[in-house]
C-alpha cells in the first residue's frame, strides 16, 4: 500500500500525532496535557502556515 | 570528631533524594521501548499508553506507507547514522521492517521523503515515551 500526501497534509499528520506523545510526556495532569497538546499542535501547524507565507514572499 | 576518615566511611552511599531502582523502573522503559506504549499498559497508566501506542505506531506505518527509508546500521555519513538511531527507537516496529525488508531504499516521489521523517520522529518519540515511563516507575511522574 502506497500514500501520498500533499505537503500540507503531511504536516498535519505530522502535528497530530508528535502533539499528542509530547502532551502526555511533557506534562503531569490530564488537563495540563490536553492544553500543551493543543498548544504544540498550534505551534506546528502555525509554523508550517508561517514558513509557507515566507517562502511564498522569498519567491516573489 | 564530626570528620574523621572512619566516620565519612560509614556514611550512607545513596543521598536522601536518589530513588531506589526497581524492576519496573528497568522493566517499563524496556518493554516501552520495543512496543510503544506498552510501558505506560505496563504501570496501567491505559488511557496514556493507548494513546502513545496509536500515536507512535501510526506514525510509523504511514511513513512506510509513504515509501519512507529505514535506515540500516551504518558507519558512514553522520546523517544516515543518526536516521538510524532515530529509526531503532521504534523498537520491534524497526526489527520487523528491517527482517522483512520494507523501507525501499530509493526515494520514489516527491513526498517520500516525509515518510523517511515519519519513521525516524516515530522512533524519537518512542525514546520520549519510554523515559516518561520510567519517570512514572520511580515515582518522579503520577
Not at chain 1, 496535557?33 to 511564498?56: E, Q, S, T
Not at chain 2, 510503544?36 to 496501567?44: D, E, Q
Not at chain 2, 506514525?59 to 538510524?84: E, S
Not at chain 2, 516527491?110 to 525514546?127: E, M, R, S
Amino acid at each position: 500500500m502506497t500514500i501520498e500526501l500533499t505537503h500540507f497534509s503531511a504536516a498535519v499528520v505530522f502535528a497530530i500525532f508528535a502533539s499528542i506523545v509530547f502532551g502526555i510526556t511533557q506534562r503531569n495532569t490530564p488537563r495540563d496535557m490536553v492544553r500543551y497538546g493543543l498548544y504544540c499542535f498550534a505551534m506546528f501547524v502555525g509554523g508550517v502556515l508561517v514558513a509557507g507565507w515566507a517562502m511564498w514572499l522569498i519567491r516573489r | 570528631m564530626a570528620n574523621s576518615p572512619t566516620e565519612k566511611s560509614k556514611a550512607p552511599l545513596v543521598t536522601p533524594d536518589a530513588t531506589p531502582l526497581t524492576t519496573m523502573a528497568i522493566v517499563a522503559p524496556a518493554l516501552g521501548w520495543l512496543i510503544p506504549g506498552a510501558g505506560h499498559l505496563i504501570l496501567k497508566r491505559w488511557g496514556r499508553g493507548v494513546l502513545l501506542m496509536l500515536s507512535i505506531v501510526t506514525l510509523f506505518l504511514l511513513g512506510l506507507a509513504m515509501q519512507g527509508h529505514v535506515y540500516k546500521p551504518n558507519g558512514g555519513d553522520i546523517l544516515d547514522m543518526l536516521g538510524f538511531v532515530g529509526n531503532l527507537g521504534a523498537g520491534l516496529l524497526y526489527i520487523l521492517s528491517r527482517v522483512n525488508d520494507w523501507g525501499p531504499g530509493a526515494i520514489a516521489h516527491a513526498t517520500a521523503d516525509y515518510g523517511t521523517k515519519f519513521l525516524i520522529v516515530a522512533g524519537l518519540l518512542n525514546f520520549i515515551a519510554a523515559a516518561d515511563a520510567y519517570h512514572i516507575a520511580i515515582g518522579k511522574k503520577p
